[in-house]
């Protein structure tokens, strides 16, 4: 089903996960919280974080079906920002942090974040803030998959072009007003159809040089190929808040902000050499045309105050961005390290006996 199938207001298909009843923790205007599968409480938590690129959060469900084999799930979605009415305000990239950081308050501590693609970079500030406040509910571990931390490093296609892009180029040129008849009408949006441009053109040049999304044209390895076709998963778009689309551009392409110690969160500077006690695992694809290599990695050289035994990085050779989270690779080669790391994280703690 693809987003300009949709009608408008429609939300695609639910994670539809059988013996896995979803339910709706946490309701707000730009998102949602939602469990699966809430199972003994000794199992380990994991709060999937869907990136705010567009896609709707079902293209995390072969994530969410992997883990929940071993935890207890939660995903954090985005809505399409052309349902919220214009009177909830602006969600830029503070906004984006702050749901983070609310929902890991109301799960943790007891509890990993995970989350690939654009939300790693929000997700490793959330952790530095909870860190740095002291605050009882930080997570115990958090694990960033394919994520922009610093995309100095490696530089792709992907992002040089973003880094040429003049700044307010998406509230100038691609932000346009959700028109009247839908409930976010006059909120200036990035729309899903100018988002289609871009996937297009990156899907073509896969098909033309045989990269990983002609791969998952031809042979799909999703875990229901026929009820969650993998490019309908990708090709199903949303509207973004314009302001985020902005943010995210300048703090993450132009500044570099978080890697170079310049992001601010509510006036005060967001600084992971807080982070002492929430265990770190990075997963890069080792073909991933997206997010270069040493990208995510660098979360790493950002904590330095972090024992050694609390880091984790996996790169999985063949592996391009999507395959990171969705297909066999992710499910056979991905998913134990994941799971073995979040398990060995969220290990009870021994209690100390009394002399």
């Known amino acids: 089903m693809r987003r300009d199938t949709l009608i408008p207001g429609m939300q695609p298909p639910s994670l539809n996960i059988a013996d896995a009843p979803e339910r709706v923790v946490l309701n707000r205007p730009f998102w949602a919280l939602r469990s699966y599968g809430e199972g003994p409480r000794q199992r380990p938590a994991v709060l999937v974080a869907a990136p705010l690129s567009g896609h709707f959060g079902w293209i995390m469900r ?35 942090i702050a749901a983070i950081i609310e929902a890991t308050r109301l799960l943790g ?11 790693p970079a929000a997700i ?13 509910a930080r997570p115990r571990a958090m694990v960033l998959m394919g994520g922009y931390i610093d995309p100095r490093r490696t530089p792709t296609a992907i992002g040089r072009i973003a880094a040429m892009l003049p700044p307010g180029w998406f509230s100038r040129v691609m932000a346009r007003p959700v028109p009247s008849g839908r409930p976010g009408e006059g909120r200036l949006v990035y729309p899903g159809r100018a988002q289609r ?45 314009a302001e985020f689309a902005e943010d995210n551009l300048r703090a993450v392409f132009h500044d570099a902000r978080l890697a170079s110690g310049r992001l601010t969160w509510r006036g005060e500077t967001v600084d992971p050499g807080a982070i ?19 990208q995510t990695e660098a979360a790493h050289g950002l904590c330095p105050r972090l024992p050694t035994r609390r880091r984790h990085h996996w790169t999985e050779p063949e592996a391009c961005h999507f395959r990171l989270f969705h297909g066999r690779l992710w499910r056979q080669s991905i998913l134990p390290q994941v799971a073995d790391f979040v398990a060995g994280a969220l290990k009870p703690r021994r209690r100390r006996r009394c002399e």
């Open 276 to 294: 002492e006690d929430i265990a770190l695992m990075t997963v890069e694809g080792g073909r991933d045309d997206s997010s270069g290599s040493g």
């Open 124 to 136: 490793l500030a959330a952790a530095a803030i909870l860190a740095a406040a002291g605050d009882a």
């Open 197 to 241: 441009l871009a996937l297009d053109r990156y899907l073509a040049r896969h098909l033309a040089t045989g990269g990983e999304l002609a791969a998952k044209a031809t042979d799909d390895d999703g875990l229901d190929p026929v009820a969650f076709p993998f490019l309908d998963l990708y090709s199903t778009l949303m509207d973004v808040p």
């Open 62 to 96: 072969d994530v969410v079906l992997g883990l929940l084999q071993r935890h207890r799930v939660y995903l954090l979605e985005w809505k399409d920002a052309s349902e919220v009415p214009r009177n909830e305000g602006r969600f830029g990239l503070e906004s984006n």
């Open 109 to 119: 501590p007891e509890i990993a974040l995970l989350g690939v693609s654009q939300a």
